[in-house]
């Protein structure tokens, strides 16, 4: 780990000011906010970011989980992972958000990390890593060690020739199908992104990563209100039943009318994408559809519709299908 300043922000637009001076707020940012630290603090240990100054803000009034007037929840960018999944109106009314965090990191980290460090979680390529491979996320034009390498983990959907690696997220995923909206605070003011448009694939820049400038200060997400009678499920498929990331995860949204046909649903897949990915393609299957286990395998048939498998992880497309057609008929049986 290089040496580097630690400052405290009291106030958003003095964390603002404090980051807009890094050249970029994408990988490789000379100066980076820090809450929980439990990803970025293990990246700068092995020497992949290496940020000169570090903008604590912990102190910012950005904690809370509230309803909103119009019926939608809001969660403050460092509420902790934790606190989010054990909040009553979540676990209630977003259950896939809980079961979401729960199915990731472990309660020492949960209490640690923020929704905020969350959304920007790194990948676990081990190749982006280990700074001894070429690695075109960490350092662009190294080439990408992956393709031809070590991928078993690694992503089939929305990858490109410079880069394969996966978004790791949990809670992304189960955001994906909340259809979350992202508040940023930055030195042109406030904006939000809705969270479909907050990630970008790798393309010919993997080093980018999300829509974020430098300055630009996640302050909170927000959960529309739910559909009357919609149900949720999170199902996580990995090497060992804890502390592991996904091979394969889905995270659906269900309503199904009176005579068991399907009028609200939402489908996310996660540990198989570069982002955490969002199937518009599944959910136009599906929609006015019988809620029956044939239209779930067509509708994951059509969501790995294009998966590009790597040299070793060829076996993820029939997992990730059986994981999302799974997780459909839990939904379904919930509904």
């Known amino acids: 780990m290089e040496l580097f300043e630690l400052v405290t922000a009291q106030t958003v637009p003095e964390a603002v000011k404090a980051q807009a001076k890094s050249s970029t707020a994408q990988n490789g940012a000379e100066v980076r906010f820090i809450a929980g630290g439990t990803n970025l603090i293990d990246y700068m240990k092995l020497n992949v970011e290496r940020p000169t100054r570090l903008v604590d803000i912990n102190g910012l009034p950005l904690d809370r989980i509230e309803k909103t007037a119009d019926g939608a929840l809001k969660i403050g960018a460092l509420a902790r992972n934790a606190d989010v999944a054990q909040d009553a109106t979540v676990k209630e009314q977003y259950a896939v958000l809980s079961q979401a965090l729960l199915a990731g990191a472990s309660p020492q980290l949960r209490n640690m990390a923020t929704t905020g ?64 909206v992202v508040h940023i605070e930055g030195v042109k003011g406030q904006r939000t992104v809705p969270i479909a448009e907050f990630y970008v694939v790798p393309g010919s820049t993997p080093q980018r990563e999300t829509v974020l400038e430098p300055g630009d200060l996640v302050t909170h997400v927000t ?57 518009t393609e599944a959910e136009r299957a599906l929609l006015g559809r019988a809620a029956n286990s044939a239209n779930f395998r067509t509708a994951a048939e059509v969501a790995l519709h294009g998966a590009k498998p790597q040299s070793q992880n060829g076996f993820k497309v029939e997992l990730a299908k059986r994981c999302l057609t799974h997780a459909m008929g839990q939904a379904s049986q919930s509904a």
């Not at 959304?119 to 982006?128: A, S, W």
């Not at 690695?135 to 959907?157: D, F, H, Q, T, V």
């Not at 009357?228 to 009318?257: C, H, N, P, T, W």
């Open 117 to 180: 460090g969350n959304l920007l979680q790194k990948t676990r390529c081990v190749y982006y890593r280990d700074t001894a491979t070429g690695c075109n996320k960490r350092e662009p034009g190294s080439g990408c060690s992956a393709i031809g390498g070590y991928n078993r983990m690694l992503a089939i959907l929305g990858t490109s020739e410079h880069c394969i690696a996966t978004n790791p997220s949990d809670q992304n995923v189960a955001l994906m199908v909340l259809d979350a």
């Open 223 to 279: 959960l529309p209100k739910m559909p009357s009678g919609a149900k949720s499920v999170y199902l996580k498929l990995r090497d060992r039943a804890s502390y592991e990331f996904a091979l394969a995860s889905a995270a659906i949204v269900m309503k199904q009318d009176a005579g068991g046909k399907i009028e609200f649903i939402r489908v996310a897949i996660g540990g198989v994408g570069t982002k955490p990915w969002r199937s």
